[in-house]
């Protein structure tokens, strides 16, 4: 039996492909091992990961000259909204913004300790 993997699209025997959540067909994860070394190692280094694969230049043209109405419509209602749009309800009370923490006061200490040296 083999799976084909999602991530470099090789067809791989099953084994190269670790258990995953029973609700799965097959079981089995949609990443071969090697790919999901890959993609942990990534995340672990707090790297950019990309899930899905990033649209081409081309779909997204294809997009815009088919949905063009579409788009301008939508464009339309966010100018029309963020026109009538209401200043913030809650805003933060006076005292909030006044008020130093300790540690603000202590990075402006260091500041003006490291401009005056
Ligand atoms: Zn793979």
């Known amino acids: ?12 025997p099953r084994c190269e492909f670790s258990l995953r959540a029973l609700c799965k067909k097959d079981g089995l994860q949609n990443r071969c091992k090697a ?38 419509e939508y464009q339309r209602a966010y100018q029309a909204r963020k026109r009538t749009a209401k200043p913030n309800p809650n805003p933060k009370p006076d005292y909030y913004v006044r008020t130093k923490t300790k540690q603000d006061k ?10 005056n040296m």
Do not use: Q, W
């Open 35 to 72: 790919c999901a070394a890959v993609y942990h190692a990534t995340r672990k280094a707090g790297g950019f990961i990309t899930l899905r694969k990033p649209r081409s230049a081309e779909a997204s043209k294809r997009y815009r000259t088919k949905n063009t109405d579409k788009i301008r």
């Open 1 to 12: 039996m083999t799976k084909k993997c999602n991530k470099c699209e090789k067809v791989k």
């Open 106 to 115: 202590h990075d402006e200490l260091y500041r003006s300790i490291l401009l």
